[in-house]
């Protein structure tokens, strides 16, 4: 547990109140003090601990919604403090908010990584979808900063190379242009697609203790698994309905959720 409080620490200043109108600074500078108190009670007092976290969170969340901040530190923040407060959904949604805002920011991507091994329900993918995470290795394990930067790496290569053939130096071999081109078309595409696949998907996150899952949108329908689904599983939608979701868990299986037990990544 060590390791979450340092990582929950490390992102806990990065909006700084600059940035900030005197209001919102002075909202953010209590959410962050109550957090700071926090760390201090948690080896004495983790239950006085958690409800500072939880009080950190509140404030973070009204920065968020009544305020209109939109910020990735800002949700990272907030997902830290969920997570000490021992709201593991409440923190993977806000992590992969953070994320979606600032795809490569590496402490957000640890972060989240770290909260995702504490969740209950370890759904693995299915056999066939686990085949192409392996083949497609840069595209499921890479975060889109590194491949930003890897694309760009490949493509400044692949030019130098030619340049230099260009100019009668033969000892730049062309398979070196031909290696990048293909490394630079290859994550070019992974980043096209998901950008695709982002704008017309909605993830979701189950932020209730647990939830039974239904075979349809109501709670009269037979459960759609013999245990129940818990906090911090995360999903796709398929479908939405008044009050129900149809979704697709990690493992490839569908199901419906009740509304109130999930929230979405948006």
């Known amino acids: 547990m060590r390791l979450a409080v340092r990582l929950a620490a490390a992102a806990l200043f990065t909006l700084g109140p600059s940035v900030l109108a005197q209001d919102d600074a002075d909202l953010f500078a ?3 003090d109550a957090f700071r108190q926090a760390n201090e009670l948690r080896p004495s007092d983790p239950d006085q601990a958690a409800e500072l976290y939880r009080r950190a969170a509140l404030r ?11 910020n990735s530190k800002l949700y990272c923040n907030l ?32 972060n989240l990584a770290f909260a995702r091994t504490k969740r209950s329900d370890n759904l693995d993918p299915a056999s066939g979808g ?11 394990e890479w975060s889109k900063g590194t491949r930003v930067r890897i694309f760009v790496a490949a493509w400044v290569l692949m030019w130098a190379v030619l340049v230099l053939r260009r100019f009668g130096q033969r000892w730049a071999p062309r398979e070196i242009a031909a290696g990048m081109a293909l490394a630079a078309l290859l994550l070019a595409g992974s980043m096209a697609y998901e950008s695709l696949d982002e704008a017309r998907s909605v993830a979701g996150v189950i932020v209730s203790p647990d939830t039974v899952a239904r075979q349809g949108d109501g709670p009269g329908y037979e459960p759609a698994f013999l245990e129940p689904l818990h906090a911090g599983t995360e999903f796709s939608v398929l479908e939405e309905r008044p009050g129900w979701c149809h979704v697709e868990l990690p493992d490839g299986r569908v199901c419906w959720l009740d509304a109130s037990d999930i929230a979405f990544v948006r």
Not at 89 to 108: C, M, Q, S, T
Not at 130 to 140: A, D, M, S
């Open 30 to 32: 209590e959410a962050n």
């Open 60 to 70: 973070y969340e009204r920065l968020l919604g009544e305020r209109g901040v939109s």
């Open 79 to 110: 997902a830290n403090a969920y997570f000490q407060a021992g709201d593991i959904g409440r923190a993977i949604l806000n992590y992969r908010k953070a994320e979606r805002l600032d795809p490569g920011d590496r402490n957000v991507q640890r």
């Open 130 to 140: 686990q085949v192409v995470k392996t083949l497609l290795f840069w595209h499921f």
